[in-house]
T-cell receptor, first 114, second 117 residues
């Protein structure tokens, strides 16, 4: 079975600081991994995805994530936070179990202060 | 522009009432999903459909029902049997995954917030 753990329900950074949101996964098969962002009262928007190949994945809005199989991690980073990055971020793992099931973490709310 | 449209954005349910949430997509996706989102719990799968006229229960299907009569549409009914329906409901769609290729990202609508009167 697949599962995702996101460390820290809230992360606070200053504008211009490094953003690091942590995600660890568990999967019995090679995983496909996703990061989504959710702004208040909106749906989820795909930031980036890891399927196979390059372990460093670049996404939208300057975000990137690195797949580390040895650490079962897929942490999301951005070199310099912007006020508009304040949102909730979800990590998800996917596996084909008769259908494509996405299993989500509980989310991390990113707070950005001036 | 292609996308997923959910309506209404806000919905209020009276005791003993069934309510239906609409979800329409024009992405030509085969698969559609309904999720429930509660604070601090992430997203939980209610129902999914991989093809027209077929759907399956997800992890928390009790008190909900769906239909899939058209490829573009996947309405969700919250029945009176669902005792705690207050939540944010999200509809999603994706291309059809094949064995060993579960890398189809899901695209989400903007959600419906359901509250009890």
């Amino acid at each position: 079975a697949q599962s995702v753990t996101q460390l820290g329900s809230h992360v606070s950074v200053s504008e211009g600081a490094l953003v690091l949101l942590r995600c660890n996964y568990s999967s019995s098969v090679p995983p496909y991994l996703f990061w989504y962002v959710q702004y208040p009262n909106q749906g989820l928007q795909l930031l980036l995805k890891y399927t196979t190949g390059a372990t460093l994945v670049k996404g939208i809005n300057g975000f990137e994530a690195e797949f580390k199989k040895s650490e079962t991690s897929f942490h999301l980073t951005k070199p310099s936070a912007h006020m508009s990055d304040a949102a909730e971020y979800f990590c998800a793992v996917s596996a084909f179990t008769g259908f494509q099931k996405l299993v989500f973490g509980t989310g991390t709310r990113l707070l950005v202060s001036p | 522009d292609g996308g997923i449209t959910q309506s209404p954005k806000y919905l209020f349910r009276k005791e003993g009432q069934n309510v239906t949430l609409s979800c329409e997509q024009n992405l030509n996706h085969d698969a559609m999903y309904w999720y429930r989102q509660d604070p601090g719990q992430g997203l939980r799968l209610i129902y999914y459909s991989q093809i027209v006229n077929d759907f399956q229960k997800g992890d928390i299907a009790e008190g909900y029902s769906v239909s899939r009569e058209k490829k573009e549409s996947f309405p969700l009914t919250v029945t009176s049997a669902q005792k705690n329906p207050t939540a944010f409901y999200l509809c999603a769609s994706s291309g059809r995954a094949r064995t060993g290729h579960s890398n189809q990202p899901q695209h989400f609508g903007d959600g419906t917030r359901l509250s009890i009167l």
